[in-house]
């Protein structure tokens, strides 16, 4: 979870678990490293 900037579009302040799906093809590990990525711009070191 992380807690939403001043500087998000909205819901400022507030607590957020992320989100994302799967993409046709993808495993459930390639998901979750690109969402981790994409969500909190950072790479996991182990899922």
Excluded: A, L
Aim: include cysteine; charge should be negative.
């Amino acid at each position: 979870m992380h807690c939403r900037s001043k500087n998000c579009r909205d819901e400022q302040g507030c607590w957020d678990c992320g989100g994302g799906s799967m993409e046709f093809g993808e495993t459930f590990e390639e998901t979750v490293k690109r969402e981790v990525e994409e969500e909190y711009g950072v790479v996991p070191i182990e899922i």
